[in-house]
């Protein structure tokens, strides 16, 4: 045929056996004017001209095989295709290349092979001509299929891989002739040769932004060279940068685990400003969710590790200059004879430390003080403390400290005090083995707090000075003591609630709701005079006194959340209260109020409620907020399962009812969520 026609062609895929006309596929190519998509999969008897030139193809996959596998390299390969953006070319390395720049080009994968020239600079030359015209790619495979000689000139790939044999390349000194690679962050090398030093090191030190280096499995024999362990052999020069590309983790266990490795880590950079070790849920690959031990009996998923591994793995960032930040998450099965060093609690550079481990801190009381002079956030969670001291001298060592999180178990706990004038943040979980037993005495004079996050069993003495800045407050208090001790438990309550008369958002849960419910605490709560909103979870006594309290001394009030409901998920039905405490809290509903609360009247806009049952005690007290409330603007329930005529008979008569804001709108949604009770 003098020509082929292929006016609207646009993928085309050719494999066929042989092809003995060198330019059939250059003919084929020049007849589709739309072609965007082409695939050649060949066997060429010659193949001493390869022409695929096209302005319109897009992606091009070139397997060029001759008959002859022993025949000569191709001489001459043109491919001009200026808006090609996918390239994946195999062929013998040719003679001449002639590859206009490809500026729209994403990804190319080239694979070479090189019988005839040997070392030499020849296949040099010939693969930078090649190379250099993929300047703009960003994902780049390059393989050669035998013994080769190779150079990349591409600065912008980020990710490369490689996968041949590098004998003959690792003969040539590189180290000039390299680019760097500015984006690359990902570099896989697969090489059945022993010999890395010039290769491997040309790599690493072109490789600025180098964030994964992967060695993959090769076969163990390579001709008759055994590979046993290729990192011992490498020279120290080269294992030093391998170990500073590492992150800290991981190079901090390839020293513990490896010999070989231990010795250099002395050479390495003794500059380190942050360490990270996650040991258990967090260690390696592994993820366990039932491995948070938070208790004695919650730790069957943990490893079993020596302690002189913990030990080892923990001293390793001690050692170093200029460390800031230690992040330690240790689960352990037997902790053993695994303790913290004390070089921890005497780190002059630390400004945040974590530790969340079941390792023992005995030996802490040994230490006269703690000196962390620049440590501004303390995370401390573990397993348990003897001393009951600990945290209070451990926060006096920390002078400018600003967040504090203490979430631990105490045997007992006669007496808590945190005192710090530089504190901004403190969330205090106060766990016992015994949750029957109250602390003595809490002292917590922290006159800069911003937010305070209280976990405890009621004590029997609160002593805490006003906190003026305080932004939000979230209390969680059980009470343990006889029931005939309200009066006692709510005096003790309302000791810890009045110093956060300054709070803007206060969250009360636990027994805090029903200690108080049992007194008139109209009087005795503080105005909170900058309390814009208030959550409160739900009462097992009744909301007579407690809500209108509240209200009186709450004068800006702008939202009111029930996270909980105004009943618990057991006491849906009138039958299982004191009858006549539901007597009194319906006339409290129905009676009209003297006074109307300032909130109520001026700035009460938003009323969450949820988990609401629709019994007549909730619709009773919607009946009293919406009577009040003058510039209520939302009104939201969250339901629970109803059947569907139950459901549309309460969305009917929850928006019948009367409201004293025009402007009110009531929504009634589902409530997906478990129902759970609030806890630490």
């Known amino acids: 045929m003098s020509s082929f026609h292929l006016p609207n062609l646009k993928r085309l895929q050719l494999r066929v056996p042989v092809i003995s006309e060198v330019g059939f596929?250059?003919?084929?190519?020049?007849?589709?004017?739309?072609?965007?998509?082409?695939?050649?999969?060949?066997?060429?008897?010659?193949?001493?001209?390869?022409?695929?030139?096209?302005?319109?193809?897009?992606?091009?996959?070139?397997?060029?095989?001759?008959?002859?596998?022993?025949?000569?390299?191709?001489?001459?390969?043109?491919?001009?295709?200026?808006?090609?953006?996918?390239?994946?070319?195999?062929?013998?390395?040719?003679?001449?290349?002639?590859?206009?720049?490809?500026?729209?080009?994403?990804?190319?994968?080239?694979?070479?092979?090189?019988?005839?020239?040997?070392?030499?600079?020849?296949?040099l030359v010939q693969v930078l001509n090649l190379i250099r015209v993929l300047s703009n790619v960003r994902h780049l495979t390059f393989v050669s299929v035998s013994c080769s000689n190779f150079i990349i000139d591409k600065c912008e790939i980020e990710w490369l891989f490689v996968n041949f044999w590098l004998k003959d390349l690792s003969r040539v000194d590189l180290k000039d002739r390299l680019p760097v690679f500015h984006n690359m962050k990902c570099l896989v090398l697969k090489y059945n040769f022993n010999c890395w030093d010039k290769l491997l090191l040309a790599f690493l030190n072109c490789s600025p932004v180098l964030e994964t280096l992967v060695f993959p499995q090769n076969d163990r024999n390579c001709g008759d060279i055994l590979i046993s362990d290729r990192l011992t052999n490498l020279p120290d020069e080269l294992l030093i940068r391998i170990l500073s590309l590492l992150p800290t983790k991981d190079a901090a266990v390839t020293c513990i685990l490896s010999k070989r490795m231990s010795v250099l880590s002395a050479y390495q950079s003794r500059y380190l400003t942050s360490f990270k070790l996650g040991v258990?849920?967090?260690?390696?690959?592994?993820?366990?969710?039932?491995?948070?031990?938070?208790?004695?009996?919650?730790?069957?998923?943990?490893?079993?590790?020596?302690?002189?591994?913990?030990?080892?793995?923990?001293?390793?960032?001690?050692?170093?200059?200029?460390?800031?930040?230690?992040?330690?998450?240790?689960?352990?099965?037997?902790?053993?004879?695994g303790l913290l060093p004390l070089e921890i609690f005497t780190c002059e550079t630390l400004e945040v430390l974590k530790l969340d481990?079941?390792?023992?801190?005995?030996?802490?009381?040994?230490?006269?003080?703690?000196?962390?002079?620049?440590?501004?956030?303390?995370?401390?969670?573990?397993?348990?403390?003897?001393?009951?001291?600990?945290v209070t001298r451990l926060v006096s060592g920390c002078p400018v400290l600003e967040d504090l999180i203490v979430d631990v178990y105490w045997n007992h706990v006669h007496f808590t005090n945190i005192s710090s004038p530089s504190l901004r943040r403190l969330c205090l979980f106060v766990n016992k083995l015994d949750?029957?037993?109250?602390?003595?005495?809490?002292?917590?004079?922290?006159?800069?707090?911003?937010?305070?996050?209280?976990?405890?069993?009621?004590?029997?003495?609160?002593?805490?000075?006003?906190?003026?800045?305080?932004?939000?407050?979230?209390?969680?208090?059980?009470?343990?003591?006889?029931?005939e001790e309200f009066e006692l438990s709510c005096v003790q309550m309302l000791t810890l609630i009045r110093p956060l008369s300054n709070v803007q958002?206060?969250?009360?849960?636990?027994?805090?709701?029903?200690?108080?419910?049992?007194v008139d605490v109209n009087d005795h709560l503080p105005v909170f005079y900058n309390l814009k909103r208030l959550e409160l979870y739900h009462c097992c006594n009744s909301w007579d006194k407690l809500l209108l309290a509240f209200?009186?001394?709450?004068?800006?009030?702008e939202t009111l959340v029930f996270p909980?409901?105004?009943?618990?998920?057991?006491?849906?039905?009138?039958?299982?209260?004191?009858?006549?405490?539901?007597?009194?809290?319906?006339?409290?509903?129905?009676?009209?109020?003297?006074?109307?609360?300032?909130?109520?009247?001026?700035?009460?806009?938003?009323?969450?409620?949820?988990?609401?049952?629709?019994?007549?005690?909730?619709l009773c007290l919607i009946q009293f907020l919406l009577r009040y409330a003058l510039v209520l603007e939302d009104l939201v329930l969250f339901r629970r399962k109803f059947a569907k005529a139950d459901r549309m008979f309460l969305e009917n008569t929850l928006q019948n009812l009367p409201r004293a804001s025009v402007a009110c709108s009531i929504h009634v949604l589902n409530c997906n969520l478990p129902l759970v009770r609030r806890t630490s």
């Open 357 to 390: 481990v079941n390792l023992s801190l005995d030996r802490t009381s040994t230490m006269s003080s703690f000196h962390l002079p620049n440590l501004k956030l303390l995370q401390l969670r573990v397993a348990f403390i003897f001393e009951e001291a600990f």
């Open 25 to 123: 596929v250059t003919r084929l190519v020049s007849s589709c004017p739309l072609l965007e998509d082409l695939m050649v999969d060949v066997i060429w008897s010659q193949a001493y001209f390869v022409n695929i030139s096209s302005p319109s193809l897009r992606k091009l996959s070139l397997f060029v095989y001759n008959y002859d596998d022993n025949e000569a390299d191709n001489k001459f390969v043109l491919i001009n295709t200026p808006n090609l953006e996918y390239l994946n070319y195999n062929d013998k390395l040719a003679l001449q290349y002639s590859v206009p720049n490809m500026n729209p080009l994403v990804k190319a994968d080239v694979g070479l092979a090189n019988k005839t020239f040997g070392p030499s600079e020849v296949p």
């Open 280 to 337: 258990g849920a967090n260690f390696m690959d592994t993820s366990c969710t039932d491995c948070k031990f938070n208790g004695p009996d919650e730790k069957d998923c943990c490893p079993d590790l020596k302690a002189t591994q913990i030990n080892a793995w923990i001293s390793f960032p001690l050692t170093r200059c200029g460390l800031r930040e230690l992040d330690l998450r240790i689960q352990v099965k037997q902790p053993g004879d």
């Open 435 to 483: 949750y029957i037993d109250n602390t003595d005495c809490v002292i917590i004079n922290t006159p800069n707090l911003e937010y305070l996050e209280y976990t405890d069993n009621l004590a029997l003495q609160y002593s805490v000075p006003n906190m003026n800045f305080l932004v939000k407050a979230d209390v969680y208090l059980e009470n343990q003591l006889l029931g």
């Open 564 to 618: 909980t409901g105004f009943v618990s998920s057991g006491d849906t039905t009138s039958s299982r209260y004191n009858q006549d405490t539901c007597v009194l809290e319906r006339r409290f509903c129905e009676e009209a109020l003297s006074v109307v609360p300032s909130c109520c009247r001026n700035h009460l806009k938003r009323i969450v409620i949820k988990y609401y049952y629709g019994v007549e005690r909730e």
């Open 505 to 518: 958002h206060l969250t009360l849960s636990g027994a805090c709701i029903e200690v108080l419910s049992y």
């Open 551 to 557: 209200l009186n001394c709450s004068p800006i009030l």
